[in-house]
């Protein structure tokens, strides 16, 4: 039985960055940047006023309280007028462009006009209420690093910026196999059946991570169907097939038996945690990688988050996600020579300081610990008073 991090390491070896494609921006969202991105354009792409008031011309000089000027004009935001040489104030509105050699803009609430001449009664700052062009970014600076993920902030920088295109990591294409022929969709069980709850939980991991689902399919315990469809998800040309059911070592546990005959190589077998141990990695040469979860819940979403969800980062070029180490408000008890996986809740006690809790009751087939936690914690100690804190999505991560 191998341990947790050699298992990962294993596991990443066998993993390379997949292709990148370019993207029109709106089709772009959530996607991995394939590469840096260089600003193609300064931000603010021209000095501008910061809120409505008189641009004036301080020349770097205090304007003494009870200054006064001529206003000449008035320069609205998208004005292409860009000078005023005789003029020493005009009117001007947020965002408008600065006229040349206009340095200072005076709100209109702190002026008095009258007949065309305004009046400061108060002292003003010279060079105040002026957004100065690449004060945001400049021409050329770094505005997003290779494998940021485009989302809605990153979107709106894009757009200013006027990218058009991104080129992005492509999707990984996924296909999800689950064994069992208990499993029921929704609606009325037979005797002895269930509702299948990992095919769905998997396929919405998957699309928040924005991958590309071919397929996903319920297979029983018996016949040729497996088989078939792990022949489906190859032909679909998966980068990744993830089962779950039938790979402990039960008469049933037909799951590493079929894929050797199918020519997958196996990885690695049974790993040193809890929940999830039976845990099997494979791969076929030139092929998919298949991660072959347990059946029960939380060994498929410990499975997920800490085996599928690097896979996921290692094929989007990322790096190796850090966790946040937390103090215990009570020791996280597991087996000695076990890297233990727990539920838990992150909150701060009377002194401001983060602890983390871990949820009652946890058992792999208890799903409602999972739907009310906040966070994942691990610990290799058999009596942690410290644990690694993960966020729950691995969406979520740095």
């Given at each position: 039985?191998?341990?947790?991090?050699?298992?990962?390491?294993?596991?990443?070896?066998?993993?390379?960055?997949?292709?990148?494609?370019?993207?029109?921006?709106?089709?772009?969202?959530?996607?991995?940047?394939?590469?840096?991105?260089?600003?193609?354009?300064?931000?603010?792409?021209?000095?501008?006023?910061?809120?409505?008031?008189?641009?004036?011309?301080?020349?770097?000089?205090?304007?003494?309280?009870?200054?006064?000027?001529?206003?000449?004009?008035?320069?609205?935001?998208?004005?292409?007028?860009?000078?005023?040489?005789?003029?020493?104030?005009?009117?001007?509105?947020?965002?408008?462009?600065?006229?040349?050699?206009?340095?200072?803009?005076?709100?209109?609430?702190?002026?008095?006009?009258?007949?065309?001449?305004?009046?400061?009664?108060?002292?003003?700052?010279?060079?105040?209420?002026?957004?100065?062009?690449?004060?945001?970014?400049?021409?050329?600076?770094?505005?997003?690093?290779?494998?940021?993920?485009?989302?809605?902030?990153?979107?709106?920088?894009?757009?200013?910026?006027?990218?058009?295109?991104?080129?992005?990591?492509?999707?990984?294409?996924?296909?999800?196999?689950?064994?069992?022929?208990?499993?029921?969709?929704?609606?009325?069980?037979?005797?002895?059946?269930?509702?299948?709850?990992?095919?769905?939980?998997?396929?919405?991991?998957?699309?928040?991570?924005?991958?590309?689902?071919?397929?996903?399919?319920?297979?029983?315990?018996?016949?040729?169907?497996?088989?078939?469809?792990?022949?489906?998800?190859?032909?679909?040309?998966?980068?990744?097939?993830?089962?779950?059911?039938?790979?402990?070592?039960?008469?049933?546990?037909?799951?590493?038996?079929?894929?050797?005959?199918?020519?997958?190589?196996?990885?690695?077998?049974?790993?040193?945690?809890?929940?999830?141990?039976?845990?099997?990695?494979?791969?076929?040469?030139?092929?998919?990688?298949?991660?072959?979860?347990?059946?029960?819940?939380?060994?498929?979403?410990?499975?997920?988050?800490?085996?599928?969800?690097?896979?996921?980062?290692?094929?989007?070029?990322?790096?190796?996600?850090?966790?946040?180490?937390?103090?215990?408000?009570?020791?996280?008890?597991?087996?000695?020579?076990?890297?233990?996986?727990?539920?838990?809740?992150?909150?701060?006690?009377?002194?401001?300081?983060?602890?983390?809790?871990?949820?009652?009751?946890q058992a792999s087939f208890r799903i409602l610990p999972f739907a009310t936690s906040n966070t994942w914690l691990s610990a290799a100690d058999g009596h942690a008073q410290h644990a690694d804190a993960w966020p729950l999505d691995p969406v979520d991560a740095a």
């Amino acid at each position: 039985m191998i341990a947790y991090p050699d298992a990962l390491a294993l596991l990443l070896d066998a993993i390379r960055p997949l292709e990148s494609e370019s993207l029109p921006l709106a089709d772009a969202a959530r996607r991995f940047l394939a590469a840096d991105l260089h600003s193609p354009m300064a931000l603010p792409s021209f000095d501008n006023a910061a809120m409505d008031g008189y641009a004036v011309r301080a020349d770097g000089k205090t304007l003494p309280a009870g200054a006064s000027f001529a206003v000449a004009a008035m320069q609205a935001a998208g004005d292409a007028a860009d000078a005023y040489p005789q003029a020493d104030a005009c009117e001007i509105a947020t965002g408008a462009r600065m006229p040349e050699g206009f340095d200072t803009v005076v709100p209109v609430e702190r002026s008095e006009r009258r007949d065309g001449q305004v009046r400061f009664p108060v002292e003003e700052r010279a060079g105040q209420n002026v957004r100065r062009a690449g004060s945001d970014i400049a021409t050329g600076e770094l505005a997003l690093a290779r494998g940021r993920r485009i989302d809605t902030a990153a979107t709106m920088l894009l757009a200013a910026l006027g990218v058009a295109h991104v080129d992005v990591v492509r999707r990984p294409r996924v296909a999800v196999i689950a064994t069992g022929s208990e499993l029921n969709a929704t609606g009325p069980l037979p005797p002895g059946g269930i509702h299948d709850s990992n095919g769905p939980f998997l396929e919405a991991c998957f699309a928040h991570w924005g991958a590309d689902m071919l397929t996903r399919v319920r297979v029983p315990d018996v016949g040729d169907d497996f088989a078939h469809a792990v022949g489906d998800a190859i032909a679909a040309r998966a980068d990744l097939i993830v089962t779950t059911g039938a790979v402990s070592a039960g008469r049933f546990d037909f799951v590493p038996a079929a894929l050797a005959s199918l020519g997958a190589r196996e990885l690695f077998h049974k790993v040193a945690i809890r929940p999830g141990k039976p845990l099997l990695a494979t791969r076929f040469d030139g092929g998919p990688i298949v991660l072959a979860l347990p059946g029960n819940p939380m060994a498929v979403a410990v499975g997920y988050r800490f085996f599928v969800a690097p896979v996921l980062r290692a094929m989007a070029g990322l790096s190796p996600e850090r966790p946040t180490r937390v103090r215990m408000s009570a020791p996280l008890i597991g087996r000695e020579g076990l890297n233990h996986f727990a539920l838990g809740r992150l909150e701060h006690d009377a002194e401001g300081r983060q602890t983390a809790h871990a949820a009652d009751a946890q058992a792999s087939f208890r799903i409602l610990p999972f739907a009310t936690s906040n966070t994942w914690l691990s610990a290799a100690d058999g009596h942690a008073q410290h644990a690694d804190a993960w966020p729950l999505d691995p969406v979520d991560a740095a």
